[in-house]
């Protein structure tokens, strides 16, 4: 069973900058592609970002030139460095994981990690 494990969420002012990290129990190379969503109380779960296998990005539009996301192989680690933040950006942070092709694919879900930004 994979696990994911979030971390680097907190409290910030806005303008300010946090990044999260996730690091998967497996080697992220084995994913086809590791992203973020974020959610708040009452709202689906959104994309933020994420990465594929080749190395491909995709943000959410309203997110481009403030957020950014990256990985560490090595590390088993994906970032997610988020700047300029707003207080719309308060939410919980989801890492997620896609294996696998067709019937066989899988998603995998962290914890979470909470994002505050203050006005």
């Known amino acids: 069973q994979v696990q994911l494990v979030e971390s680097g969420g907190g409290l910030v002012q806005a303008g300010g900058s946090l990044r999260l990290s996730c690091t998967a129990s497996?080697?992220?190379?084995?994913?086809?592609?590791m992203g973020w969503y974020r959610q708040t109380p009452g709202k689906e779960r959104e994309l933020v970002a994420t990465?594929?296998?080749?190395?491909?990005?995709n943000y959410a539009d309203s997110l481009k030139g403030r957020f950014s996301i990256s990985r560490d192989s090595a590390k088993r680690t994906v970032y997610l460095q988020m700047n300029s933040l707003k207080p719309e950006d308060t939410a919980v942070y989801y890492c997620?994981?896609?294996?696998?092709?067709?019937?066989?694919?899988?998603?995998?879900w962290g914890q979470g990690t909470q994002v505050t930004v203050s006005s």
């Open positions: 997620n994981a896609e294996r696998g092709v067709f019937v066989s694919r899988t998603y995998y």
């Open positions: 497996a080697s992220i190379l084995s994913f086809n592609a």
């Open positions: 990465i594929t296998l080749g190395g491909n990005t």
